[in-house]
C-alpha cells in the first residue's frame, strides 16, 4: 500500500504540468467569456456559454490526462515496468492521480456554477439545483472514468502493435478496432435478451427536478414541459452495463500490459 | 587499468606475486595484516572473489595466514618469508639467464657482463 | 541461479536470440560480450521479464521468469531515461518505496562515495552523473541476480572508472550475482570472473576468465579477438 502512495505522489509530480494548463485554459475561457460578454452587454449568456464549454471538456479530463500521463511513460517502460506491483496498481495510480485532479478543477468549476446559477436564475428550487449538480457530477465522473477505462484498453493494444509496426500504422489499427468494438458492443446492448437484462431502473427527469417555479405558467407550456418530465433520462442498468464492461476492459488492459506488451 | 596485468598469467597470481614482492621488499611486515578482501580489490581494481582467491592461493602456501573474525595476517615465520625471498631471486635470475642463453651468451659472458653492470651501478 | 533453455527470440521475421542454453552461478561477476545487435541486450531483457521468449524457456533460482521477478532482478537500463523532475534524493526514495529490498542507507552510501548531490534534479545532472544514479539505484538492492546493461556505454573515463569502482566495492559477491554487458571490455577485463561471448543470437563461448589466462595465455580483449577474428 505504501509502495502504491509513494507511486501515486510520483503520478501526481508527474502529470502536474497537464492539471496547470487545465487551470489557466479554464480561467482563460471563463475570464473571455466575462471580457467580451461586458463588452457586449452579454455577460450572463456567455459566462452560461463557457461553462457549458468547461463542463463538456471536463468530459474528457480524464482522458486526455492519461493519454498525457501514459505516453510520458512509454519512453521509459523499462523503468515504469520493471517493478514487482502488479500492472492494476501500475494503472490505478495513473486514474487515482487523474481523478485527483479532475476533482481539483472540478469543484470550483462547479461551485462557480453553482453560484453563478442561484444569483442570476431562479427559477428551479434548491432541491432541483442540487439533484441536477449532484445527477451531473455523477454522470461527468462516471462518463470521464469509462472512457478512461477504454482509453487505457486500446492504449495497450495500441503499445503491442507498435513494436511490430511504425506508430502511425498502430495508430490506425487501433482506431480501427475501437470502431469495430463499438459496433459489436452496440449490437450486443441491443439483443432483446440484454434488452430485458438491463432496461431497468429508470430515472426520469420529474425525479430530479422537483417542481418547476413558475409564476404564471400557461396551459400549453405546461403540458409541454410535463411530457418532457415524463421521459426517462437514464436506466440504472444501462449504468450497470457499461460499468461492466468498462471493468472488464480495465483487466484486458492490465493483462495485455503485462503478457504482450514488451520494453 | 587494464595495462597492471599483463594477459598470460591468472590475475589472481598477479597480485600474489605483488603481495610477495611487498614482504619481500618489507613493506608487508612478519605478522602484518593484509588490507580487506575488499580494500584490496579496490586498490588493484579488480573483483573481490580475485583477492579472496590469492589469498587463499597464499594460505596454502603458508605464507598469510587468516585468522577467523580478524582478517587475514603475513605469516609470522621468518623462514617462510627468507625462502619467499630466495625463490623469487632464483625465479628471476632463471628467467635472466633463459633468454641469455637463447641469445647465445655464454656462462663467462653473462658473469662478467653482470659483474661490470653492478660495479658500474655501484658507482 | 540463472537458467535459459534452448531460448529464442524473435522480432517479427528477425531472430535476436536462437536456442540459446545458458546456465550462470550464483557469486560471479560475469560480462556478457559482442557486438552490437548481437543479442546481448536481449538477453538481459529475457531474464528481467521484460520481454517473452518466442520459445523455451528461462528461469531465476528455479523461478519461471515473468515481469514479477523484478522482486529478485535489479535490471539497468542501457537507456538514459528517469524521472527527470526528481531530484537525485527523491529517485533514490522512490525507488525505496518500490522495492521491498531496497536498502537506502546503502544508496546514500553509494551516492556519497559517486559524489553526487543529493538535491539536484535529474534533469540537471551531466550524463556521467545520470549515469552514476543508474548505478546507485541498482547497486542499493538486495536481489540475488543484477542485471546491468551496457552501465559504461558513452560515458568518459573518468566516470567509468569511478563505476567500475563503485562496482568493486558495494557488490555483494556472496549473494548476488552480476551480469554486465558491455563492448567497452578493457573497462572490466580486469573485474570478471566470466565471460560469455554472444554473436549474431548465438552463445559462441563461455569462459573462467582465469582459465582462460593460465591455459591459453589469453586476456578476455585477446580471446575475443581470435573468436570473432
Redo the contacts between chains.
Keep these: 500500500m505504501?509502495?502504491w502512495l509513494?507511486?501515486t505522489k510520483?503520478e501526481l509530480?508527474?502529470g502536474l504540468p497537464i492539471f496547470i494548463f487545465v487551470l489557466i485554459l479554464y480561467a482563460g475561457v471563463i475570464a473571455l467569456a466575462y471580457y467580451i460578454g461586458y463588452r457586449l452587454g452579454l455577460e450572463e449568456e456567455l459566462i452560461m456559454g463557457a461553462l457549458g464549454v468547461v463542463l463538456l471538456f471536463h468530459l474528457f479530463f480524464l482522458f486526455l490526462y492519461l493519454l498525457y500521463a501514459l505516453n510520458s511513460e512509454r519512453?521509459?517502460?523499462?523503468?515504469w515496468?520493471?517493478?514487482?506491483?502488479?500492472?492494476t496498481g501500475l494503472l490505478l495510480s495513473k486514474l487515482a492521480a487523474g481523478i485527483l485532479f479532475m476533482s481539483l478543477t472540478f469543484i470550483p468549476i462547479a461551485i462557480f456554477t453553482n453560484n453563478f446559477f442561484s444569483d442570476h436564475y431562479n427559477f428551479l428550487t434548491e432541491q432541483s439545483t442540487i439533484n441536477l449538480l449532484g445527477l451531473s457530477t455523477f454522470g461527468i465522473y462516471t462518463s470521464a472514468i469509462r472512457m478512461a477505462l477504454t482509453f487505457m484498453f486500446f492504449w495497450s493494444i495500441f503499445l503491442t502493435c507498435s513494436?511490430?509496426m511504425n506508430d502511425f500504422l498502430s495508430f490506425l489499427i487501433t482506431f480501427a478496432s475501437f470502431l469495430l468494438f463499438g459496433y459489436l458492443y452496440d449490437q450486443f446492448v441491443h439483443l432483446s435478451f440484454i434488452q430485458m437484462l438491463t432496461d431497468w431502473g429508470a430515472i426520469s427527469a420529474n425525479d430530479v427536478i422537483t417542481g418547476f417555479e413558475f409564476k404564471f405558467t400557461m396551459t400549453e407550456d405546461y403540458f409541454e414541459a410535463g411530457t418532457m418530465m415524463d421521459t426517462s433520462i437514464f436506466y440504472i442498468g444501462h449504468f450497470i452495463r457499461d460499468s461492466i464492461m468498462a471493468i472488464l476492459m480495465f483487466f484486458g488492459a492490465c493483462w495485455i500490459i503485462?503478457?504482450k506488451v514488451?520494453? | 587499468?587494464?595495462e597492471?596485468?599483463h594477459?598470460?598469467?591468472?590475475?589472481?597470481e598477479q597480485i600474489a606475486e605483488m603481495i610477495k614482492k611487498r614482504i619481500i621488499r618489507g613493506e608487508l611486515t612478519a605478522g602484518g595484516k593484509l588490507p580487506s578482501v575488499?580494500e584490496m580489490?579496490?586498490e588493484v581494481?579488480?573483483?573481490?572473489?580475485?583477492v579472496q582467491?590469492t589469498y587463499r592461493e597464499l594460505e596454502t602456501m603458508d605464507i598469510v595466514e587468516s585468522k577467523r573474525g580478524q582478517g587475514t595476517f603475513v605469516t609470522e615465520d621468518t623462514e617462510v618469508i627468507a625462502s619467499i625471498r630466495e625463490e623469487m631471486k632464483k625465479e628471476i635470475l632463471m628467467n635472466f639467464t633463459k633468454q641469455m642463453f637463447e641469445m647465445g651468451y655464454t656462462k663467462e659472458e653473462i658473469k662478467q657482463g653482470l659483474t661490470e653492470y653492478l660495479n658500474r651501478k655501484g658507482e | 541461479m540463472i537458467k535459459l533453455t534452448n531460448v529464442t527470440k524473435k522480432?517479427?521475421s528477425r531472430t535476436a536470440l536462437n536456442q540459446v542454453d545458458l546456465e550462470l552461478d550464483q557469486?560471479?561477476?560475469i560480462g556478457l560480450v559482442g557486438e552490437n545487435g548481437s543479442g546481448k541486450s536481449t538477453t538481459l531483457?529475457l531474464i528481467?521479464g521484460?520481454?517473452?521468449p518466442t520459445s523455451g524457456e528461462i528461469t531465476v533460482n528455479g523461478e519461471k521468469v515473468?515481469?514479477?521477478i523484478?522482486?529478485s532482478v535489479a535490471?539497468l537500463?542501457e537507456?538514459d531515461?528517469?524521472?527527470r523532475?526528481?531530484t537525485v534524493k527523491d529517485t533514490i526514495?522512490?525507488h525505496a518505496?518500490?522495492?521491498?529490498d531496497f536498502d537506502i542507507e546503502k544508496a546514500y552510501e553509494i551516492m556519497d562515495f559517486m559524489k553526487l548531490e543529493p538535491e539536484k534534479k535529474l534533469k540537471h545532472l551531466s550524463k556521467g552523473n545520470r549515469g552514476r544514479v543508474k548505478i546507485v539505484l541498482t547497486l542499493a538492492r538486495h536481489t540475488p541476480v543484477v542485471l546491468m546493461d551496457e552501465p559504461f556505454s558513452g560515458l568518459d573515463p573518468m566516470v567509468r572508472?569511478s563505476i567500475?569502482?563503485g562496482l568493486?566495492?558495494f557488490?555483494d559477491?556472496e549473494k548476488q550475482l552480476i551480469l554486465i554487458t558491455t563492448h567497452e571490455i578493457?573497462e572490466i577485463?580486469?573485474?570478471?570472473?566470466e565471460v560469455v561471448a554472444i554473436k549474431d543470437g548465438h552463445i559462441i563461448g563461455h569462459h573462467n576468465?582465469?582459465d582462460l589466462?593460465?591455459e591459453n595465455?589469453?586476456?578476455i580483449?585477446?580471446w575475443m579477438n581470435e573468436i570473432y577474428g
Aim: aromatic content about 10%; proline content about 4%; hydrophobic content about 40%.
Design positions: 505504501n509502495a509513494a507511486l510520483k509530480r508527474l519512453k521509459r517502460l523499462h523503468l515496468l520493471h517493478t514487482p506491483m502488479p500492472v513494436q511490430r503485462d503478457k514488451e520494453v | 587499468m587494464a597492471l596485468f594477459s598470460s598469467k591468472p590475475i589472481y575488499r580489490a579496490i581494481n579488480v573483483n573481490p572473489n580475485t582467491r | 522480432y517479427g557469486g560471479k561477476l531483457k528481467a521484460l520481454i517473452h515473468n515481469r514479477q523484478a522482486s535490471y537500463s537507456l531515461e528517469y524521472y523532475f526528481f526514495e522512490f518505496s518500490q522495492f521491498g572508472n567500475v569502482k568493486i566495492s557488490v559477491l578493457r577485463e580486469n573485474i570478471l570472473d576468465v582465469d589466462r593460465k595465455q589469453l586476456s580483449v585477446d
